[in-house]
Every structure is written in C-alpha cells, then in structure tokens.
C-alpha cells in the first residue's frame, strides 16, 4: 500500500472544476469523482482540509468590474456561492463515509460552523475533512489567498492547487502554442515573471512562511493520490 508524503494538506479546488463538461453549475459526476479520490488520499492517513471556489456560480471581481456592482457586494456574494459548493462537497464526502465539517469565515450557523482555528486543527486530529467555505470573510482577496492564509494557520506540510493545466506555464497554453512547462519557480520569480498561478497576495504569504505549493492537473484521474504520495507530477513553487 502506497504512503503519504504529507501529513497534513491544503487542497484549492477551483469552482469551475466542479462543472465538469457542464457551463454553469455542479456536475455531480465529477463532484463524485473527486469526492472518491479524495476518501483515498485520507485513507493513506492524510490529514485533509480543502478550499473550494465559487466560479462555477459567480465571480466576485467580475460582477463588479465596468462598474456593474458594488465590489463589496459583489464579493460577499462570490463568499456564499463557495459555501453551495461547500455543501455539495461535504455531502459527497459523507455518502462515503468520511465525516466531514464545513467552516465558514462568514457566520451562517444553520448550514455551517464558523471558522475557529482551533476547532478546525481539533476536527483534523480526531480524522476528520474540513472544508474552509467564504474565503477570508473579506472582500478584495481570493480565494488563493484564503488558501494560503488556512495554509499557514493550519500548518499544512503543502498548499495543493488542483487546476486545468499540468503545472506551472510561461504563459497560458490553451493560447499561447510556444508556451513551456516550469518543472519549479521560486516564489519571486513567480511575481517577477507575472505567471498568474495564483495571486501575489497568496504567493507573499507562503513566501513569508516557506509554504511549499504544488500546481498540478485536476481533470487526470489519479493525480491527487499521485501528489500525496511524492510522485513528481505538476509544478512546485518554493523558496
């Protein structure tokens, strides 16, 4: 049987990786196939806390841009569509068998507990997922940044990025053919280079606290038990 690398993870799950084939929305084939390899890497005794996006619903920065909406509130409502994603992932967990709680940084009781991060480390240690919904409870910061903020107060061995691509690109292969794979970039060169993998507030926070993140490709079967296990796969950023 194969062993974990990792003690304790963070996963970023984009909301468009929900969607599946779909345009808009949960496709509940690929919610139940991530649940399932997710039930894997925490039978390998991996301690597994996940932040999920919410743009397969709405996008906060692009509601608001041109004017249309108020960015504040266009933002909060980005928060809740990452709690509906929360909630769709917490229930695929739980139909297999992984007790799994909900932690939002916005204080909505009936449907989650709120973020504390002793509560959090404590639902860690007793086995169970925990899944960090509402991003930072802030406007104007991503959900990347609420990954690698939960990251490091949650002291996670290694930030995951599942995403479209298999790694880390000079510039967006889907648009640019001449593009190339970076097999590794240290945090500076990733804000120098302008790589856009994840925000430069989220990059400065694991940068700060040598939070190790590994970008890799979601839509390949296998690849989340590939990652935890130490098989090179996908980008790393480090110092």
Known sequence: MATAKFKRILLKLSGEALMGEQ?????????GRLADELVEIHRLGVELALVVGGGNFFRGAAASAGEHMDRVSADHMGMLATLINSLALQDAL??????????????IRQVAEPFLRRRALRHLEKGRAIILAAGTGNPYFTTDSAAALRANEL???ILLKATGVDGIYTADPKLDPNATRLSR????QVLERNLRVMDAAAISLCSENDVEIIVFELMKQGNFGRVVTGETIGSSIGA
């Open 23 to 31: 345009d808009f929305g949960i496709c509940h084939d690929m919610l």
């Open 94 to 107: 739980e139909r297999r068998g992984l007790a799994t709680r909900v932690l939002s940084a916005l204080e």
């Open 155 to 157: 002291s996670a061995n």
């Open 185 to 188: 970039v240290s945090y500076q």
